[in-house]
């Protein structure tokens, strides 16, 4: 206990950073917490797609015709808040917002929560971060069903 004092008194500046980014470090946590903004892992995500959640592409058309989540709905972020009625009847299921890093989904999460949907996520690196937790992607790309033949 006595060399703890010590160093304390010897490094003052030292210990003081210390407890300032310990103090930071909490209120930014709690803040992030309180504000209820909750970016998902790609597979907590996953969890939740398997649990009925809609997932809404943010992206434009052509990005989505690239390659998508399955099931995913294309809204691009600048339609959003027009296409807001649309999304009425989703408001008791969750909700996956997704772009392509992870940064639109963040205004998409805001403005859903504030026309009162509840369940509204963010995925944590957008559709990058999909990508490289190895998880599938859809085409636009239509595969034509080979038909079969009888014998």
Not at 76 to 82: F, N, V
């Amino acid at each position: 206990m006595d060399k703890l004092v010590q160093f304390t008194g010897d490094h003052t500046l030292l210990v003081l950073a210390l407890m300032i980014s310990f103090f930071v470090l909490i209120f930014s946590e709690l803040r992030r917490k309180a504000s209820g903004l909750v970016n998902v892992e790609a597979i907590e995500a996953v969890k939740l797609i398997n649990n009925d959640a809609v997932v809404i592409d943010l992206r434009s058309a052509d990005a989505f015709s690239r390659g998508h989540i399955v099931s995913a709905k294309n809204i691009p972020s600048d339609e959003l808040e027009a296409k807001m009625t649309s999304l009425e009847g989703m408001k008791s299921k969750p909700i996956v917002a997704v772009c392509d890093a992870g940064i639109t989904s963040t205004k998409a999460v805001n403005t859903l929560r504030a026309a009162g949907f509840d369940s509204v996520y963010g995925l944590k690196g957008g559709l990058n971060g999909w990508s490289q937790a190895g998880l599938p992607l859809v085409t636009g790309k239509k595969t034509k069903a080979k038909k079969s033949k009888k014998s």
